[in-house]
């Protein structure tokens, strides 16, 4: 079955760029009927959306952070990444990735990886 | 954005007890709701999607309904696996947003 995995840095100097990638296994990224999500908790605080990516390279992304964030895709490799520059202390967060499934009535995160905790500090 | 609100946001239950959670969009995203369950340092996992559709696996004792701007899961006959945080969410609109969670704790 389809899991995804994330790495990158635990830890990111403040104004510098958060660098993350999520692989995916046991299926393709290039399926049709799925984006790929990035979603990030803050300690104690509940879920944000961050964005999503097509493996045409659609992307959608909060407005929020609109600014500082970049998705792309490597269908060669089955994987995609987030890229958040310009961090604060206020980025510091579990950051996970997840398959976001399309169905006639919306979509859902319905595969998430195991998160990966990133801490933002000089 | 569309505001997503839980209520209560915790609440104590028994084994065996039915509890249900509320949400409620700042408004209408007809049925692009759904729900998710997540447990102390692990990944949320999807329950109901579409408002009332029960994810593969998921147990029948949970439940989903609603539509418009007020929805509500409903788990019938609380097992002590369930004690967890609930979250909705909403998939209407850009940005997607959850409600800010349910702590269901044993009594």
């Known amino acids: 079955q389809v899991q995804l995995q994330e790495s990158g840095p635990g830890l990111v100097k403040p104004s510098e760029t958060l660098s993350l990638t999520c692989t995916v296994s046991?299926?393709?990224?290039?399926?049709?009927?799925?984006?790929w999500a990035w979603i990030r908790q803050p300690p104690g605080k509940g879920l944000e959306w961050i964005g999503k990516?097509?493996?045409?390279?659609?992307?959608y992304y909060n407005p929020s952070l609109k600014s500082r964030v970049t998705l792309s895709v490597d269908t060669s490799r089955n994987q995609f990444s987030l890229r958040l520059n310009s961090v604060t202390a206020a980025d510091t967060a579990v950051y996970y990735c997840?398959?976001?499934?399309?169905?006639?009535?919306?979509?859902?995160?319905?595969?998430w990886g195991q998160g990966t905790v990133v801490a933002v500090s000089s | 954005d569309i505001q997503m609100t839980q209520s209560p946001s915790s609440l104590s239950a028994s084994v065996g007890d039915r509890v249900t959670i509320t949400c409620r969009a700042s408004q209408a995203i007809s049925s692009y709701l759904n729900w998710y369950q997540q447990k102390a340092g692990k990944a949320p996992k999807l329950l109901i999607f579409?408002?009332?559709s029960l994810q593969r696996g998921v147990p029948s004792r949970f439940r989903g309904s609603g539509s418009g701007t007020d929805f509500t899961l409903t788990i019938n006959s609380l097992q002590p696996e369930d004690f967890a945080t609930y979250y909705c969410?909403?998939?209407?609109?850009?940005?997607?947003?959850f409600g800010q969670g349910t702590r269901l704790e044993i009594k």
């Open positions: 997840a398959r976001d499934r399309l169905w006639p009535q919306g979509d859902a995160f319905d595969i």
């Open positions: 046991g299926g393709s990224i290039s399926s049709s009927g799925h984006y």
């Open positions: 579409a408002a009332s």
């Open positions: 990516i097509y493996f045409g390279g659609t992307t």
């Open positions: 969410q909403q998939s209407s609109s850009t940005p997607s947003t």
